[in-house]
Nanobody, 123 residues
Framework: VQLVESGGGSVQAGGSLRLSCVAS????????VGWFRQAPGKEREAVGS???????TYADSMKGRVTISQDNAKRTMYLHMNSLKSEDTAMYYC??????????????????WGQGTQVTVSS
């Protein structure tokens, strides 16, 4: 199983970015995906997730500013971010597993991780 993120970059505050996560190696298309981020000197935190049934959940800190979507045919998940703030600067990761049992926010439930893509927001 491999997850590859892309789409990060530098953007000014108030701007938008769309991150992509391409999954390969899963036996079928039924897996759940979480997005996480880690800012310098801080712990990794959950941003949001999409379950096997397509249900999306978002962290309160990002709610209203992020949307997760997916293209099953391309096995690609997207993290759309808008109204970006300097505090959104972080490495963003996607993670996947067959199920997260309702604990979408916990790193430990995800077996597979991408290498991350850097997002830098300047004010």
């Amino acid at each position: 199983v491999q997850l590859v993120e892309s789409g990060g970059g530098s953007v000014q505050a108030g701007g938008s970015l769309r991150l992509s996560c391409v999954a390969s190696g899963f036996a079928d298309s039924r897996y759940c995906v979480g997005w996480f981020r880690q800012a310098p000197g801080k712990e990794r935190e959950a941003v949001g997730s999409v379950g096997t049934d397509g249900t999306t959940t978002y962290a309160d800190s990002m709610k209203g500013r992020v949307t997760i979507s997916q293209d099953n045919a391309k096995r690609t998940m997207y993290l759309h971010m808008n109204s970006l703030k300097s505090e959104d600067t972080a490495m963003y990761y996607c993670a996947a597993d067959s199920a997260f049992g309702g604990r979408w926010f916990a790193e430990s439930v995800y077996e597979y991780w991408g290498q991350g893509t850097q997002v830098t927001v300047s004010s």
